[in-house]
T-cell receptor, first 117, second 114 residues
Framework: GAGVSQSPSNKVTEKGKDVELRCDPI?????LYWYRQSLGQGLEFLIY????????KSGLPSDRFSAERTGGSVSTLTIQRTQQEDSAVYLC???????????????FGPGTRLTVL | AQSVAQPEDQVNVAEGNPLTVKCTYS??????LFWYVQYPNRGLQFLLK??????LVKGSYGFEAEFNKSQTSFHLKKPSALVSDSALYFC????????????FGTGTRLLVSP
């Protein structure tokens, strides 16, 4: 079946503009995650959704970052007033329902490469 | 706080030789440990995981990893490297509690020469 998809694959924007990044998880996956991959920084957790709610937003770097998920499916990560340090690859992952001590593997999308000029 | 260290930025190995990519972790409880691989311009692909049970875990593409609790390590290994194994490898950890996020290492680039 289809994997996790993300759009756009590449986004170039000017400093100060707002951007929206989209993630379509695997059908039926209730958990959704956003990560950021910066050069030399590895992968950094941003936010986790279970259904439409976000029990863990601890990785969002500032209040310029927000995310929502609707219908338990598509998620949008919004960055307002972009800065050059926001340039990175933004990765989305999804997994079947997971809670407590259970674990289900996360499946990653190809990412959106964001460049802020 | 949980963390993962991958002490090598790059590992070079000749095709046919065994390879090891190192990972150590730090968590306060029992860890779940993972290896992911990233090929150029591709998302991360799951290789293997340790949840509980046998310390030697076998995964995709002939890779395996050994969980060593006393050394807090989870090194990735393969008996005979292929040129096509050249990629960026990430080790990750999460707690076996309610915390769902993965904490990743900074990645190790594996370069397998012909």
């Amino acid at each position: 079946g289809a994997g996790v998809s993300q759009s756009p694959s590449n986004k170039v924007t000017e400093k100060g503009k707002d951007v929206e990044l989209r993630c379509d998880p695997i059908s039926g996956h209730t958990a959704l995650y956003w990560y950021r991959q910066s050069l030399g920084q590895g992968l950094e957790f941003l936010i986790y959704f279970q259904g439409n709610s976000a029990p863990d937003k601890s990785g969002l770097p500032s209040d310029r970052f927000s995310a929502e998920r609707t219908g338990g499916s598509v998620s949008t990560l919004t960055i307002q007033r972009t800065q050059q340090e926001d340039s990175a690859v933004y990765l989305c992952a999804s997994s079947p329902r997971t809670s407590g001590t259970s674990y289900n593997e996360q499946f990653f999308g190809p990412g959106t490469r964001l460049t802020v000029l | 706080a949980q963390s993962v260290a991958q002490p090598e930025d790059q590992v070079n190995v000749a095709e046919g030789n065994p390879l090891t990519v190192k990972c150590t972790y730090s968590v306060s409880g029992n860890p779940y440990l993972f290896w992911y691989v990233q090929y150029p311009n591709r998302g991360l692909q799951f290789l293997l995981k340790y949840i509980t049970g046998d310390n030697l875990v076998k995964g995709s593409y002939g890779f395996e990893a050994e969980f060593n609790k006393s050394q807090t390590s989870f090194h990735l290994k393969k008996p005979s490297a292929l040129v096509s194994d050249s990629a960026l490898y990430f080790c990750a950890v999460r707690l076996n509690t309610g915390f769902q996020k993965l904490v990743f290492g900074t990645g190790t680039r594996l370069l397998v020469s012909p």
